[in-house]
Structure formats: C-alpha cells, structure tokens
C-alpha cells in the first residue's frame, strides 16, 4: 500500500509540474503569432519588437517543459510499469505520434524562427512562428488523446490479458477527447493572455514603455475574454459528457449521495462528511445542475450510493467512489478561477473602452494578481479530472491498485521522489529568475531607445490601441 501512495504522489507532482508549462507554452506561441502577424501586415517596428520580448518567455518556458516531460513519461515504466505492459500498444501510440509528429515540428520551426530573423523572408519566417504554434497544439491532442484512453477506453481488445490498438480512429475519435480538447487550449489561450497582462501591468505601473504595454495587453485582453468565455461553454460540454460516460466522477463532483431531485440544483458549497455519507449545510442554485448535465432545466443525478450497486454488479466487489471531497472542492476551485478569469477580461476591456485602463492602478495590480488565476484553473481541473476517475488508472479496465510496479519498492520510489523535487526545484528557481532577467532587460535590445511614445489609445479605445 506504501509503494501505490508514494507513486501516486511522485505522478501527481510531475504532472502537475509540467502542466505549469504546457498551456503557457500554447498560449503564448498563439499570441506571439499573431503578433508577428501585425509586424508583417503593418509594418510596425513596435509589434516586432512585441513579438521579440514575449518570444523570451515562450522559448524559456519552452525549454524547461520539455525537461519536465522527460521527467514526466520516464516514471510511467519505473512506477507503473504493470499499468505500461497492459495497455502501452493503445497508450504508447498517442505518445509516440506526439514525440515524432508533433514535438518534432515544434523544435525544427522554433530553430528557423529563433535564427531567422532578418535571413528569412518576412512571410516565411511568419510561417514559423505559426507552425510552432500548430505544433504545441497538436501535441496537447495527442497527450489528450492518451489520457482520454485512460478516461473513456475505445478502440482496442484483449488480446493474451493486455489491451492492443484494434481500430485507430476509434481512439483519436474518442467523444472525451473531443470535450477535453476545445477546454484545455482554451485554458492555455487563457494562461498566455494572463501571463501578458500580468507583466503588461507591471509595466505600466512603472510608467515604461508605455505603447508597447497598451497593444500588448489590448491583444491579451480580447483573446483572454474569447477564451474564458470558451473555457465556460467547454466546462459546460464536458460536464453533458461526464453524466453519460462518467456519472460517478460527476456525483463526486456534486457530493451526491442520493439520488437527486429532479430538477437537480447545483451545490455551490456544502459540508461533506465521507464517514456518514451525507452533505449537510448545503447552499444551492436551483435547476442548474440538471442544465449543467443536460443542457435543460429538468432531469436528475444518480447518486454515488446508487452507482455504487451499479458497478459492483458490474465489476465485482470493490470501492468505487473517488475522493469527494477532493473532487468536489477542486470542481468549485476551477469554476471560481474560470469565473475571475472573465471578469478580470471583461473589466478590462470595459476600461479600455473608456479610455482608463492606464490610470487604474487597483486593476493593473489585480491583473499581476491575475497571472496565477490560469495555473490554479488548469491544476484543479486537472486534479478533478484525475481524482474522480479513481480507483480506475483505466476506466472499467485497470484499478490504479492493479497498475503500480510490482517489484519498485517504497524506498525506491521516496528515492526518485525526493530526487525530482530538487530537480524541479532547480528548474523552477532557473525559471523565475530567467523570467526576472528579461522583465528587468525590458523590451528593447541593446542601443535601441523606446521611439513608440505615441499613445495608441487615445479616445478610439480597442481600435486605436491595435
């Protein structure tokens, strides 16, 4: 029992590590793109050198990432290597296009993009830009597509007590990675934009560079609206899907023991108490939780009591409620952080409409605030996700139980855990600092002076800041 807690502890915290640097990575290879594509239709200096400045964080986000996924996909044949011999023939395939597909037109295109400057043609060297950017998102279907085998397995059969690929298009065509695709990138746009208007604001703040911090944070401001917004509908998709595929994941995530009225109200906070099986002092929305799964104001939810009977018939003898309080409290977390999200974007551009975003420093200090809002979104909806499909490693196939290495011992796996904490303690302390060095730098290369003093605003808002 030692051996399966520290290996879910080591996955959790590599995963959770290197999805710090997943979605920044997407976001800002979209943005930067489209800011290399003002440079080239404009032909404004001021949107070169944008494209320069956040360019930097991209590509040391960039690097460290790809440290921490090598780190990260290691520890599935040290710790899990019961789980690997099952289903690596489905599982490794994803991976594999993702490492010889994807990742491979994300690092040749970040070379040409990086020493192309002034040697490539503009449109070319545009390409580039916007080909990485293609990259990063392909490899988030593909990883998607991995772990949406894990959540909903299609696509395979048994074959000598392992699980092997008997139909391709089935698994990239998986319904889960079709809810979970649109959801993630919309939070990596997100993550992106924040980022930006976080450093954006600080900037301001200081009165530097003023011009160059308006346009970037008009661009991170609309792509940052359009995203949560996206975020929500997604969430929303997600969740139509989880009551057929998943309903226990989403009892869990209402803390249902009972079935529920019908219509079902959503529970913004409760008390759950998992010895008693009950949740008390509920404050509740009426009917929203049957829209939330139905998309109609009517319908109820089986409760976990229920679903418990279910799936003992159907699988045998066994727990088969996840943490819930876990589940139920990282769901409220991710709802909260998306929420702030779009109102943070929408007081934004409201401000910026009106022509006072400059001078409201309490929003300009909130914005810096801002930056963790994406990370903590992301995190939690990745632990929601995770969590609520316990005890499955593969639903309905492999228990987490069954899938940890048989023959890695405690002390071996607190080895490695201890090892890659310093490792990622390293990375991150590189990160922040590197990130402090350009912040400090500033935008303009050597001997270049800050020649954009106009104000792009003025009275014209969105239009003239662009």
């Given at each position: 029992?030692?051996?399966?807690?520290?290996?879910?502890?080591?996955?959790?915290?590599?995963?959770?590590?290197?999805?710090?640097?997943?979605?920044?990575?997407?976001?800002?290879?979209?943005?930067?793109?489209?800011?290399?594509?003002?440079?080239?239709?404009?032909?404004?200096?001021?949107?070169?050198?944008?494209?320069?400045?956040?360019?930097?964080?991209?590509?040391?986000?960039?690097?460290?990432?790809?440290?921490?996924?090598?780190?990260?996909?290691?520890?599935?044949?040290?710790?899990?290597?019961?789980?690997?011999?099952?289903?690596?023939?489905?599982?490794?395939?994803?991976?594999?296009?993702?490492?010889?597909?994807?990742?491979?037109?994300?690092?040749?295109?970040?070379?040409?993009?990086?020493?192309?400057?002034?040697?490539?043609?503009?449109?070319?060297h545009?390409?580039?830009?916007?080909?990485?950017?293609?990259?990063?998102?392909?490899?988030?279907?593909?990883?998607?597509?991995?772990?949406?085998?894990?959540?909903?397995?299609?696509?395979?059969?048994?074959q000598?007590?392992?699980?092997?690929?008997?139909?391709?298009?089935?698994?990239?065509?998986?319904?889960?990675?079709?809810?979970?695709?649109?959801?993630?990138i919309?939070g990596?746009?997100?993550?992106?934009a924040f980022?930006?208007?976080?450093?954006?604001?600080?900037?301001?703040?200081?009165?530097?560079?003023?011009?160059?911090?308006k346009?970037?944070?008009?661009?991170?401001?609309?792509?940052?609206?359009?995203s949560?917004?996206g975020i929500?509908?997604?969430?929303?998709?997600?969740?139509?899907?989880?009551?057929?595929?998943?309903?226990?994941?989403?009892?869990?995530?209402?803390?249902?023991?009972?079935?529920?009225?019908d219509?079902?109200?959503?529970?913004?906070?409760?008390?759950?108490?998992?010895?008693?099986?009950?949740?008390?002092?509920?404050?509740?929305?009426?009917?929203?939780?049957?829209?939330?799964?139905?998309?109609?104001?009517?319908?109820?939810?089986?409760?976990?009591?229920?679903?418990?009977?279910?799936?003992?018939?159907?699988?045998?003898?066994?727990?088969?409620?996840?943490?819930?309080?876990?589940?139920?409290?990282?769901?409220?977390?991710?709802?909260?952080?998306g929420?702030?999200?779009?109102?943070?974007?929408?007081?934004?551009?409201?401000?910026?409409?009106?022509?006072?975003l400059?001078?409201?420093?309490?929003y300009?200090?909130?914005?810096?605030?801002?930056?963790?809002?994406?990370?903590?979104?992301?995190?939690?909806?990745?632990?929601?996700?995770?969590?609520?499909?316990?005890?499955?490693?593969?639903?309905?196939?492999?228990?987490?139980?069954?899938?940890?290495?048989?023959?890695?011992?405690?002390?071996?796996?607190?080895?490695?855990?201890?090892?890659?904490?310093?490792?990622?303690?390293?990375?991150?302390?590189?990160?922040?600092?590197?990130?402090l060095?350009?912040?400090?730098?500033?935008?303009?290369?050597?001997?270049?002076e800050?020649?954009?003093?106009?104000?792009?605003?003025?009275?014209?808002?969105?239009?003239?800041?662009?």
């Open positions: 029992m030692e051996e399966i807690i520290l290996a879910r502890i080591q996955f959790a915290s590599t995963t959770l590590f290197h999805f710090i640097f997943v979605p920044l990575s997407i976001g800002l290879a979209f943005i930067i793109a489209i800011m290399q594509t003002l440079y080239v239709v404009k032909k404004k200096e001021m949107y070169r050198t944008m494209t320069k400045f956040w360019g930097k964080f991209f590509l040391i986000n960039f690097a460290v990432g790809v440290v921490t996924g090598i780190i990260q996909e290691f520890q599935f044949g040290m710790n899990w290597s019961s789980y690997s011999r099952f289903v690596g023939d489905v599982f490794g395939a994803p991976l594999a296009i993702e490492a010889l597909l994807a990742f491979f037109i994300e690092s040749t295109f970040i070379g040409l993009w990086i020493f192309g400057w002034d040697k490539l043609p503009k449109k070319l545009l390409a580039c830009i916007w080909l990485v950017s293609i990259g990063t998102t392909l490899s988030a279907f593909w990883i998607l597509t991995a772990n949406s085998f894990m959540q909903n397995p299609l696509g395979f059969t048994i000598n007590g392992r699980a092997e690929m008997n139909d391709f298009v089935a698994v990239i065509t998986n319904p889960k990675v079709w809810v979970a695709f649109p959801h993630t919309f990596a746009f997100t993550t992106g980022f930006i208007l976080g450093i954006s604001a600080w900037y301001l703040l200081k009165k530097q560079d003023t011009a160059i911090f346009s970037s944070m008009t661009i991170a401001l609309i792509l940052g609206l359009i949560s917004v929500a509908f997604s969430g929303h998709s997600q969740a139509n899907y989880l009551i057929e595929a998943q309903p226990m994941k989403m009892a869990a995530a209402e803390g249902l023991w009972e079935d529920s009225a219509p079902a109200p959503w529970t913004v906070v409760a008390n759950i108490n998992t010895d008693e099986k009950e949740t008390t002092m509920e404050i509740t929305i009426p009917y929203l939780l049957s829209f939330l799964s139905y998309g109609e104001f009517e319908g109820g939810i089986e409760g976990m009591n229920t679903l418990q009977e279910k799936y003992v018939n159907e699988f045998g003898e066994g727990n088969y409620i996840p943490p819930v309080k876990t589940t139920f409290w990282s769901f409220r977390i991710m709802v909260a952080a929420g702030g999200l779009i109102l943070l974007s929408f007081i934004g551009l409201l401000l910026l409409w009106r022509g006072k400059e001078k409201s420093n309490i300009l200090k909130w914005l810096i605030a801002g930056i963790a809002l994406p990370y903590i979104g992301n995190s939690f909806g990745w632990i929601m996700s995770e969590f609520g499909r316990q005890p499955w490693v593969v639903y309905g196939l492999m228990t987490t139980a069954d899938g940890v290495s048989p023959n890695v011992t405690s002390g071996q796996i607190l080895f490695s855990l201890i090892s890659f904490s310093l490792i990622y303690s390293l990375l991150a302390a590189a990160m922040v600092y590197l990130f060095k350009v912040i400090k730098q500033g935008p303009h290369e050597k001997g270049q800050d020649v954009y003093t106009s104000d792009p605003f003025g009275r014209g808002g969105v239009r003239n800041a662009i």
